[in-house]
């Protein structure tokens, strides 16, 4: 059976423990804060590989955005409900959801998109692009440079396509890149708008 978590169920007690509180801390938090101020009040933002909500989707919710959720641990997921129980949270690998069947604002995908493999990765960026309303902005996190590693808490591959790609694919995708940026931790952000 395919892990659809991309092994983050296996290590999600470990992940929970270091990542899995923090209210509104954390590495990316001030970065997500930053490009929740950019979207209306209110809006509706998507949260790709939520996790247990925290920093990133207790950031959302504080700058009074509608927020839904999507991580493809149960773990995660269950733990998610328990820090957010209003916030809608679908259970279900990204390469797999229908986004609760509507359009958004926002799209966030922290830490996420290179742990796919490359067509996955080129799938998810059109997928995204899709859901988001027109004038909706999208933020996710890959190294701008293009390579493969293993993942520090679950060993298996993670790769990035490199910041040439990232940007070809989001114009073909019809976004257009307004910022590209780094956070204490070394994440790199590519902020498009649509």
Same mark, same amino acid.
């Given at each position: ?5 991309n092994?983050?169920e ?6 929970? $423990? ?10 990316g ?8 101020? !950019? ?5 509706a933002?998507?949260d790709?590989g ?17 927020v ?5 641990a ?14 809608p ?8 959801s229908m986004?609760f069947? !509507?359009?958004? $604002? ?6 996420l ?5 490359g067509?996955?990765q080129?799938r ?5 692009a899709a ?5 909706g !902005? ?7 440079? =293009?390579?493969?590693w293993?993942d520090m808490?679950?060993g ?14 989001? $114009?073909?995708a019809g976004v257009?890149?307004v ?10 952000y590519?902020? =498009?708008?649509?």
């Amino acid at each position: 059976m395919v892990d659809r978590s991309n092994g983050y169920e296996k290590v999600a007690e470990e992940f929970l $423990a270091c990542r899995g509180s923090g209210r509104s801390a954390g590495i990316g938090a001030a970065e997500v804060r930053e490009w929740a101020r !950019r979207l209306p009040q209110g809006a509706a933002v998507i949260d790709l590989g939520c996790g247990a909500g925290f920093p990133l989707t207790e950031v959302l919710v504080a700058g009074g955005l509608e927020v839904f959720g999507v991580d493809a641990a149960p773990s995660m997921v269950a733990a998610f409900r328990r820090n957010f129980p209003g916030i809608p949270v679908a259970c279900e690998a990204v390469q797999d959801s229908m986004f609760f069947g !509507r359009s958004f $604002a926002g799209v966030l995908a922290w830490g996420l998109l290179f742990l796919l493999d490359g067509e996955e990765q080129e799938r998810l960026i059109r997928k995204m692009a899709a859901i988001l309303e027109p004038g909706g !902005r999208l933020l996710f996190t890959a190294p701008a440079r =293009a390579g493969v590693w293993d993942d520090m808490m679950t060993g298996m591959p993670s790769r990035s396509l490199g910041a040439v790609e990232y940007r070809r694919l989001l $114009a073909e995708a019809g976004v257009r890149v307004v910022g590209e940026y780094e956070d204490a931790g070394q994440n790199y952000y590519f902020e =498009a708008v649509k």
